[in-house]
């Protein structure tokens, strides 16, 4: 590929011709919004994993376990149906041991979750499942099998599977 030099052809295009304000009472054009593309990766994820969370919270709210929180449904995913550690959970949620405190014995009251001693390490605990609580999992997963059906419904089969490959691999 050869690059000109000349000024005409790399300078930018003029600036679009100046418009007067409209007369007063006047109504202006509705307002376009910029396109998605607009948007930074993490914007771009952000708004994606936002919506994903919703709609999964609207499974949660139609089914029997509607009493789980969008903070609950967070911690449970975060724990991927293993054995966790309280400190573990705070960094993964980028939230305080406090708050992960909080949050696990509500769980523990409702029954979905326990607290054992860790075999490794003495002097600590993990978080563990109970059996309904492994049913609470099985629901959800379910919930996300459905809200994976209907994007694949919007965007094809072919592209959720890409999308899946794109996010699951090595980004160093």
Same mark, same amino acid.
């Given at each position: 590929?050869?690059?000109?030099?000349?000024?005409?052809? %790399?300078?930018?295009?003029?600036?679009? !011709? &100046?418009?007067?304000?409209? !007369?007063?009472?006047?109504?202006?054009? !509705? &307002?376009?919004?910029?396109?998605?593309?607009?948007? @930074?990766?993490?914007? $771009?994820?952000? #708004?994606?994993?936002? /919506?994903? #969370?919703?709609?999964?919270?609207?499974?949660?709210?139609?089914?029997?376990?509607?009493?789980?929180?969008?903070?609950?449904?967070?911690?449970?995913?975060?724990?991927?149906?293993? !054995?966790?550690?309280?400190?573990?959970?705070?960094?993964?949620?980028?939230?305080?041991?406090?708050?992960? &405190?909080?949050?696990?014995?509500?769980?523990?009251?409702?029954?979905?979750?326990? %607290?054992?001693?860790?075999?490794?390490?003495? @002097?600590?605990? $993990?978080?563990?499942?109970?059996?309904?609580?492994?049913?609470? @999992?099985?629901?959800?997963?379910?919930?996300?099998?459905?809200?994976?059906?209907?994007?694949?419904?919007?965007?094809?089969?072919?592209?959720?599977?890409? $999308?899946?490959?794109? $996010?699951?691999?090595? /980004?160093?």
């Amino acid at each position: 590929m050869i690059l000109s030099t000349r000024v005409d052809e %790399i300078a930018p295009p003029p600036d679009p !011709p &100046h418009r007067p304000a409209p !007369p007063p009472g006047a109504t202006c054009p !509705p &307002h376009r919004p910029r396109p998605r593309m607009a948007a @930074n990766l993490k914007q $771009l994820l952000l #708004a994606r994993s936002d /919506w994903f #969370a919703r709609e999964i919270m609207s499974g949660v709210r139609r089914s029997e376990y509607a009493y789980i929180t969008p903070a609950q449904s967070r911690l449970l995913a975060h724990m991927g149906g293993k !054995p966790t550690s309280m400190s573990e959970l705070a960094r993964r949620l980028a939230i305080s041991r406090q708050a992960v &405190h909080k949050t696990v014995a509500e769980l523990v009251r409702r029954g979905i979750l326990e %607290i054992r001693e860790d075999p490794e390490r003495r @002097n600590a605990k $993990l978080v563990v499942y109970t059996e309904r609580g492994r049913q609470v @999992n099985r629901a959800g997963a379910q919930i996300i099998e459905r809200v994976e059906e209907r994007i694949s419904a919007r965007i094809g089969r072919e592209r959720l599977d890409e $999308l899946k490959t794109l $996010l699951a691999a090595d /980004w160093g």
